[in-house]
């Protein structure tokens, strides 16, 4: 990430909650305004006559703002695989979402249902060695209990959580909080 046009900045709610992506000018216009702090920088500074400025990686709002939408968080894999930071919840590893598959926690076979507390991302060779038992039987306890997230990002920001593809300042913002 040194091209200073791909440097954009996570924007957190007051309450660290993300809530979307912005560009360095945004987020820089928004600290000018006094309506941010600014919590973590690029190494790139925009310089001006006068000055230079280093570029907001992650800024945080003074003052909640009550997310757009409301309501169910659909179920998909991709937003299992948010929810979970893209890490399989049985050995710790963080993957892309090419290299993650999903896990029924009770197995199908076992009428386990598809549900946010049934399925949790897992990597393929935990899922295989895993296959048609329990975590329990299994001898492979959760990292973390499968819970219904109570809101996720806006899509611009789903589209854009690929996790190799975001800078590795977000990550700890990008722990999902689940309800």
């Known amino acids: 990430m040194h091209h200073l046009t791909s440097a954009r900045s996570l924007l957190l709610n007051s309450s660290y909650e993300p809530m979307r992506i912005v560009s360095w000018q945004k987020a820089l216009i928004l600290w000018f305004q006094d309506k941010v702090e600014i919590l973590e920088y690029h190494s790139m500074f925009a310089r001006s006559a006068r000055t230079s400025f280093q570029l907001p990686s992650v800024l945080r709002l003074k003052t909640y703002v009550r997310p757009r939408s409301t309501g169910a968080v659909r179920f998909c894999r991709e937003n299992v695989y948010i929810r979970d930071n893209f890490t399989c919840q ?19 076979s076992k009428n386990g249902k598809k ?20 975590p329990t039987t299994a001898n ?40």
């Open 140 to 179: 492979m306890p959760l990292l973390s209990e499968p819970k219904m997230p109570s809101w996720l990002p806006t899509k611009e920001l789903e589209l854009q959580m690929e996790i190799e593809r975001a800078p590795e300042t977000w990550l700890e913002y990008l722990r999902f909080k689940t309800g």
């Open 115 to 134: 549900t946010w507390t049934n399925v949790v991302s897992a990597c393929m060779i935990c899922n295989q060695r895993k296959a048609n038992r329990t």
């Open 90 to 108: 049985y050995c710790g590893d963080k993957l892309s979402a090419k290299n993650l598959t999903l896990d029924h926690v009770i197995p199908a």
